[in-house]
Every structure is written in C-alpha cells, then in structure tokens.
C-alpha cells in the first residue's frame, strides 16, 4: 500500500484508538466509584450519646442496611469489572492495529 493509501487508515485507526481509550477511562471510573462506595460501607459507625440498648438496635439496623447495599454494589462491581475487561481488551486490539498501521505508513 503506498502512504497515500494509509493515511486515512492511520487517522481512522488513531481516532478508533481514543475511543476505546475514552470508553476504557469512563468503565475504570465507574469501577472505581462502585469500589468507593463499597469502601463507604465499611466505615466504623460514630460514637453517639444514645442509650446503649438503642444504639446497638441502630447499628444492627445499619449493618442490615449495609450488607443489602453491599450485595447491590458488588453486583454492579461484577458488571462493570466486565465491562472494564472488555474495553481494555479492545483498547488493546486498536492500540495494536494502529501501531501496526502507523509503522507501516513510516516505512513507505
């Protein structure tokens, strides 16, 4: 192919990269997200002035509370580490078919 032929391909190649490099950036920040919120959860409880009884039902409470959330978020978290594998796969793939590309309009 002569480096007329490739340089459309190159620029299209290069826009497809950013893309699924975007697309790979917005998955990792909703994963990390999901991961902040789980983190959220485990924070100890603050000391309060209720009586001792009442304060033991309202942690108990909380903590029913918190490991519904948790099973919510971790299911979340399983999606979007999917989703995350796949964008990464395909960052990979276009990194790949435009180094490939660009290499190949250098040498012409």
């Not at 009442?54 to 989703?83: F, G, P």
């Amino acid at each position: 192919m002569s480096p007329r032929t490739l340089r459309p391909l190159v620029e299209i190649s290069r826009l497809m990269l950013d893309h699924r490099l975007a697309a790979l950036r917005r998955a990792a920040a909703a994963r990390e997200e999901s991961k902040a919120h789980l983190a959220g959860l485990s924070q100890p409880s603050a000391e309060t002035d209720l009586p001792l009884a009442v304060a033991a039902q309202a942690s108990l409470l909380y903590e029913r509370w918190a490991e519904a959330r948790r099973a919510e978020i971790n299911l979340t978290l399983a999606r979007q580490t999917a989703e995350w594998i796949e964008a990464r796969d395909a960052a990979q793939r276009a990194f790949g078919r435009a180094d490939a590309l660009r290499r190949l309009n250098d040498r012409g």
